[in-house]
Every structure is written in structure tokens, then in C-alpha cells.
């Protein structure tokens, strides 16, 4: 069987690297990007939907949201009928290094898609998508405490 896994991981791995020392300038440290985009892209969401969409636990999440709000980066606003609900809401800080975030980004899936034609690109896609797909259901389910059978 081919390492598929070991191949995206390295690739993940080396563009995460990347961005961590080009972000630096920023103020933005390991990893404090992937946050601020979603939250930039869902203004108003809640903590625990942003952990569940970023795969990571609640505790690394309640880290990196907190090194954001204390950088400027973002800010949390009590709901208006729930006032134990936090909406997280991206600063002017935060909207004015969001571009250069998907600058990044771009430049990057630019880069590794090099050479490829677009239904290439496109299959790739589709495929890393179903990929992701199969691992969500037993990440769902090692999350709520149940145990892998390999």
C-alpha cells in the first residue's frame, strides 16, 4: 500500500512551516492563521464550531483564540440572548492581515499545483475530499471516546 498519509502529512507539514516563519512578521505564531481565517470567514462563530472545523480539541482551540484576542487579532462578544455564548468576530488587525493570508495560500496551492492540468487540480480535489471525508467519521468517533478496531 502506498503512504498516502505520510505523503500529505509531510506536505502539511511544509507549508505550515512555511507560513509559521512568513507570519512571524505578523505577530502570528504556530499555527494562529488557520483560526483567524475561519473566524474572518465566520464572523459570529462559537468556539466549539471552530475546533470541530479545524480538527482539534477544545483546549488547543481555547489557546489559540486566547494568544488572538490578547495579539488583537480578534475579539469575543457575548451573544445578545445567551450571554454565556462567545461569538468570535476578527479585529482591524485581524481584517487587515487576512489578505496577505490568502495571498499565502494562493501562492502556495499555486505552487503545488505546478505542472498540473486543471482537471488534474480538480481530481485532486475531489479525491483529497472523499480522503478527508472517511477520516472525519473516525475522528467523530475517537473524539466521543470510542476506540479504533485495526
Do not use: C
Not at 488583537?72 to 496577505?100: A, C, H, M, R
Amino acid at each position: 500500500m502506498k503512504q498516502i498519509l505520510r505523503e500529505i502529512g509531510l506536505i502539511a507539514r511544509a507549508l505550515d512551516s512555511i507560513s509559521n516563519i512568513e507570519f512571524k512578521e505578523y505577530d502570528l505564531t504556530k499555527g494562529q492563521y488557520l483560526y483567524l481565517v475561519r473566524i474572518y470567514e465566520n464572523p459570529g462563530i462559537i468556539q466549539e464550531k471552530l475546533a470541530e472545523m479545524i480538527k482539534v480539541d477544545r483546549t488547543s482551540a481555547a489557546r489559540a483564540i486566547k494568544k488572538l484576542e490578547l495579539n488583537g487579532f480578534i475579539e469575543k462578544k457575548e451573544d445578545e440572548y445567551n450571554k454565556k455564548i462567545k461569538k468570535l468576530y476578527s479585529t482591524e488587525k485581524g481584517n487587515q492581515v487576512y489578505p496577505f493570508i490568502m495571498k499565502e495560500n494562493n501562492y502556495s496551492n499555486s505552487v503545488a499545483l505546478e505542472g498540473f492540468t486543471e482537471e488534474e487540480a480538480e481530481s485532486i480535489f475531489k479525491l483529497l475530499h472523499r480522503v478527508r471525508k472517511n477520516v472525519e467519521k473516525d475522528w467523530e468517533s475517537v473524539k466521543k471516546g470510542n476506540k479504533r478496531n485495526y
